[in-house]
């Protein structure tokens, strides 16, 4: 289920790396063979650090999303992700542009994750993740973010 | 009119003490209704050091991974039941306990987020802070790295629960596990003994049974104390007769280590018993002890008594009366804390909700704690509402209970030729009352779904007679409730012989 409902002409640059001191290493691959091979790479290389995986759609030529809710997300994550305090990678998964992205056989759907909207975030390995209009919420963008652990202790 | 005075940062309008079924379904409905709430969960790890998140035993270490568990052996009864419609495999099927294991614990980690995100949307303040009384209106509260903060609230929920109980024999504590422990085991369980005669040791058991892990349940005398007897011990022969070994009439003595388990590897125990009436001793080895015997509330740590709230002497639980209000005017007990309370997932959601909105939406329900349904899932399930057929009978008298029943099989089991004659139902009838039904027992396949349809008719007093007007579904098995013509007393013969009879 694919919310088009925002209208937010997004100025931020989702391209923007912050300053060289954040935490969170952007990474960004496209098309779903790709992220198979990426997240293999990333879960072996980060054993001890937190992946978060954001699966949006990028527009391949002003660099900005074409779905308005990534663009509202994007401008969450440009004030959230510089002050995440624990070390670890944020990969961006471009799903394929809107035609290819509406269709049911779309890969990301079908597969495991079943992704069945965008933007949808996911911390892998903890069974957390966010989408629709959680994912426009602020309050729980950050508790999503800052939440290390599920269980106490 | 006053004017109220604002609240500060750490004074609420409603505290709740524990994170559970209870206590998230009432700190969820306080706040809908406009108050300032918090909630307090924390989990203290097992001895095993297992702990969990927010949701409480039901979600964690309760229901769902039991459900889920079960689920997983059904599927391999199935698998077996799949030869006799046509389907063709080669391979003999082996269970992946490690695999399972992972794929409900992730399942588990994101209710817990689940919950997290929802308290959001309600406004509850979710604290992960371990809390005690100071006095009637306040509490102090520790985390994990041992921060002391302290809270204030007009009025106090307790909803903490229980945890498994651990018997006083030498090795259980440091060998032994619990149902805290038995869902997220890092190792294959080996060969196991449940030592329990409660509807966790018997599903415990029956789920592990069912993937293939040799079984064996020790019970010091009945089973499923408090359940109908009749039923409990057809659960017990069904689970003997799918290869759960039983020894009854034992109690077991010490738990010693053989050999330490590493590298996922279960360790090697040895169990020594004793019978529970006669002098025979008795000892085996085993990979895996799991105890079941009981759950204590977790009543101890919560420093009632600098609140004055009253325990009952012989369980520990708190004392509550029907409005769930302690002795303490505005302190509160919901779910297996409180005492004298059915032990169940939806009595503790009700109980709490109903809460809320007697005390802040000027709301006057009660939570009716007769008549509540359940269902033990044992390899074939149980359900039942209402009276055993011993309670009905002490309570009405056995002149006055005319007990119906049959045995039949389920239509799906009639082509892998197994359990014939194996499932059973009956209704408790009071006579004086035209054969009001207070006692409904199911025996067979979904015994949740038939049940929980049942529990309606029980709402709105229904007699024998309403049963029989039911025109049944077919085929099912619950159509048999609105068949029951033989009786008990009659002394004819309950088992089926054809199908639509």
């Known amino acids: 289920m694919y919310l088009c409902t925002s209208t937010v002409e997004s100025s931020t640059n989702p391209n923007m790396s912050c300053n060289a001191v954040q935490n969170l290493k952007e990474e960004w691959v496209e098309g779903y063979e790709n992220f198979q091979v990426k997240i293999k790479e990333l879960v072996e290389e980060n054993s001890q650090r937190r992946i978060f995986v954001y699966f949006w759609g990028n527009a391949r030529d002003d660099g900005k999303s074409w779905c308005p809710d990534c663009r509202v997300f994007d401008e969450l994550l440009a004030k959230i992700v510089p002050a995440v305090k624990s ?30 909207s965008i933007p949808t975030i996911v911390e892998w390995g903890t069974g957390k993740r966010l989408f629709d209009s959680d994912a426009a919420n602020q309050s729980k963008v950050e508790l999503f973010f800052n939440n290390t652990s599920l269980v106490n202790l | 009119m006053a004017p109220i005075t604002p609240k500060g940062p750490n004074e609420y309008d409603f505290i709740v003490v524990g994170g559970g079924s209870g206590g998230l379904a009432a700190s ?36 769902i ?37 992972q794929v409900i614990s992730d399942y ?31 509490i102090k509260t520790f985390d994990k790295k041992g921060t002391e903060k302290t809270y204030v609230a007009d009025t106090i929920l307790i909803a903490v629960g229980g945890r498994p109980k651990y018997p006083n024999i030498p090795g259980a504590r440091e060998f032994g596990v619990t149902s805290d422990d038995i869902f997220t085991l890092p190792y294959h369980p080996g060969k196991t003994l449940c030592i329990g005669a409660s509807y966790i040791a018997l599903e415990t058991a029956g789920f592990l049974a069912g993937t293939g892990i040799e079984t064996t349940v020790m019970v010091r005398s009945i089973l499923l104390r ?69 759950r204590d509330p977790c009543t101890p740590d919560l420093k009632l008594e600098n609140a004055g709230v009253q325990l009952s002497p012989t369980t520990g639980k708190v004392i509550t009366d029907d409005a769930d209000k302690t002795n303490v005017g505005n302190i509160y007990c919901v779910g297996d804390t409180a005492e004298n309370r059915p032990e169940l997932t939806p009595v503790a959601i009700l109980a709490g909700r109903l809460l809320a909105r007697r005390l802040y939406a000027g709301r ?108 049944g579904v077919h085929p099912t098995t619950a159509r048999n409730m609105t068949e029951l013509e033989i009786t008990k007393s009659s002394g004819a013969n309950p088992m089926k012989k054809g199908c639509c009879g």
């Open chain 1, 87 to 116: 070390p670890g990678i944020l990969l961006r998964v471009d799903v394929g542009i809107k035609e290819d992205w509406r269709t049911p056989m779309n890969p990301f759907r079908t597969d495991e994750l079943k992704i069945t």
């Open chain 2, 28 to 63: 969820k409905e306080a706040a809908r209704l406009g108050k300032k709430v918090a909630l307090f969960d924390y989990v203290k790890p097992s001895p095993k050091g297992t702990t969990w998140g927010i949701g409480g035993t039901c979600v964690n270490v309760g229901c």
């Open chain 2, 65 to 101: 991974p039991k459900k889920l568990m079960h689920q997983g052996a059904l599927l391999g009864q199935a698998l077996e039941d799949a030869r006799h419609f046509g389907w063709e495999f080669p391979e003999e099927k082996s269970h992946n306990w490690g695999f399972m294991v």
């Open chain 2, 108 to 138: 588990i980690k994101s209710l817990n987020w689940g919950y997290r995100v929802a308290l959001r949307d309600s406004g509850v303040a979710y604290l992960n802070e371990f809390a005690e009384f100071i006095d009637k209106n306040t």
């Open chain 2, 226 to 294: 408090g359940f109908d007897n009749q039923l409990a011990e057809m659960v017990g022969e069904h689970m003997q007769e799918h290869g759960v070994r039983f020894l009854r009439g034992w109690v077991p003595t010490s738990v010693k280590l053989i050999e330490e388990g590493k590298d996922g590897i279960a360790p090697r125990l040895l169990v020594t018993a004793k019978q529970s009436d006669g002098d025979q001793t008795w000892e085996e080895e085993f990979n895996t002890v799991v105890f079941a015997i009981g």
């Open chain 2, 364 to 471: 006057k329900t009660l939570t009716d704690y007769d008549l509540v349904p359940t269902t033990v899932f044992t390899p074939m399930e149980y359900g039942c509402i209402g009276l055993s057929e011993e309670k009905a009978i002490a309570k009405y008298g056995k002149d006055n209970i005319e007990v119906y029943h049959s045995h039949f099989q389920a239509l799906e089991h009639a082509l892998p030729k197994r359990d014939q004659n194996r499932c059973y139902a009956k209704l408790l009838c009071v006579k004086s009352e035209k054969e009001r039904v207070v006692g409904l027992h199911y025996f067979g396949p979904n015994a949740g779904e038939v049940t929980q349809g049942f529990t309606m008719g029980f709402k709105f007093g229904a007699t024998k007679e309403d049963f029989d007007e039911l025109i």
